[in-house]
Structure formats: structure tokens, C-alpha cells
């Protein structure tokens, strides 16, 4: 499907720069610089991270959020182990098999409520631990928000943490949307990392208003001994890395992390008031992040989709995922439920 709609529902990846951003991207683009990371933007952005989570953290910066869990997980994760996720985690279904490719890595898959997991569901996947013949989990992966944009609380995830923990395990956080996560329970990015137990951290970019970039962080040292190598390998070495670093300098200055983690939550917290009320739509998830989802009469999708594009989740269900972005407008939320409105009240009277 190629979607040609200046705005749209479809992801946050499909949002433009935020002009902060782009003006970060050209205050760093001045006479020559330092390559690889070695330049002064670079160890200002350092600096910024660990204001935010610690002064404890290693910050390595990487192109893609791809590239962000494979690796970093690769640094924590060997051939020989096993990575416990839930069922429709970005590192199973979006990733092309990556991490198996590069890691060599098993995941075993959870099927989860609302896209979280529990300390209940770990326990079965536990039973051969030291059994040779099976891939030994060491790594759990979870993803804030989920899959489904719900959120963790640091108390869910301090109890994942030390039970991993107890067994010798590791926790990685897929902070895609960790912004939004941290703007849904109004607390700090190190209180929903650092300070509950989170090993290793991929902190999203792109899908906030970066063009392009995402980080990985490491909340020990031991952890991070041989990335530096790993990121070469991985072929995520930027050498005008000025320009990835920059960016993050300014998402993490003023806020702007947060008021555009806001800003996307509201609105889609004000897309789905507004479609909760209109027959014939089920909101599916609690609406904690920027994605609503929602079943929606089949017969309205294609109209709709024509004027906001948006992604069909489970085409079984018509269930639809429809996200909210940092330039999403009150415009463009309220002219999608008139359309809703009128499109299925057709539907229903016809």
C-alpha cells in the first residue's frame, strides 16, 4: 500500500522533522568536524543522556531501531541462549529475523494481554535451565509502550526485573516510545530504566521527531565492554556521527522529548473519545501512549483510508492501529472522527 496523504494515521515514522531538530541538524553541519563519534557534538549529547538517565550509562548512537535492539541485544544475548518476548514484539514480527540472523539467538514468544508481560508467563519457559539440548533463556525483551501503545509502570517492571534478575538473567527495554511512556505516568526517562533494573535500553529518535537516529544504552559498563566493537561490525558506525548526535542534544533540551510525547499522546487520546462514541467502533487497548486501536466496520476502512491513511492490525477482527505523531493537529483528529461519523452512519442506513 503507498500512501501519498500529507497527513495520516498510518505511524509516527511517517511525521516530518521537528523544526528544533532540523535546526540542530544544521547548527552542526559548520566547516569540518571530528569523525566517529570523536566530535563535540557527540560528547554534548553523552552528557545530555546522562542527565536524564544517569551519570552511571554508556550511549552508543546507531541509525535505526533495528539496528538499536539487534545489536544491543547481541552485547548481552549469545548464540547458544534464549530471548523471552511477547508474541507480537517488534524483534519477532518487524524485524525480517534479524535478531536470529545476527545473534543466532532463539526467541521464545509469549502470548500476552494487552501486549505485556507478566512474571507468571516466565515461569514455564524456565523449566530446562542448564539442559543442553535446549537454548538457555538469558535475556527478557520488552517493549515501552507495547506493541499495543499500553505502558509499564516501574513497579511492573521492577518485579521483572529482579526475578530475571534472581536467575542470572538480563532485562532489555525496546524504548521505541519511551518518551510516551514517560509522558502517560508523568515521570523521568531514569525512573522507568535506571532505577527499576533495566539492563539495556534502545531510546527511540525517529518516531519523536528525529529524521533520523536512535540510542543504545547500557546501565552497566560490563555490558557495554565490547559494543563499540559490535556497532562496527553491525555496520552502525556513523562517521559524520555529528549529525545523529546533534539531534538527540536537542530532543533532550528544553523538554522537547516530552512536549512532543505529550502532544502525540493527547491527540490520540482525543481520537479515541471521539471514535469510542460512534456505533459500530470498539476501542481494543487502553489508549496509554499515541496509537488507538479499534475495530472498525469493514465496509468504512477503504473511505477512510483514502483521505488519513492507516494501518490495518488484524485484518480477521478489522481491528485498525491508528498513531498519532508530534505534528498531529486537533484538525486533523477532529476532521477523522466527522468522517468516521458520517461514513459508517451511511453504512449503518443503508
Known sequence: MIFTSKKSFASDNYSGIHPDILLAIIDANQGHALAYGADEWTQKAVEKFKEHFGNDIEVHFVFTGTAANVL????ITQSFNAILCVENAHINVDECGAPEKFIGAKLFTIQTEHGKLRVNDL??????????HQAQPK?????QATEFETVYTPAEI???ADFVHA???FLYMDGTRLANAAAHLKISLKALTADVGVDALSFGGTKNGLMCGEAVIFFSQKFAQNFKYIRKQGMQLASKMRFISAQFSALLSNDLWLKNA???NAMAQRLAQGLAVIPGITITHPVQANAVFAIIPLQAIAVLQEQY???????????ARLMASFDTTIEDVDNFITLAKKTISKIINL
Open 309 to 319: 491513511p492507516f494501518y490495518i492490525w488484524n485484518k480477521k477482527t478489522s481491528e
Open 262 to 264: 505529550q502532544h502525540s
Open 72 to 75: 544491543a541485544l547481541s552485547a
Open 158 to 160: 521492577k518485579e521483572i
Open 123 to 132: 515461569e514455564r519457559y524456565l523449566q530446562r535451565v542448564g539442559d543442553q
Open 167 to 169: 536467575r542470572g538473567m
Open 139 to 143: 535475556t527478557v525483551s520488552i517493549t
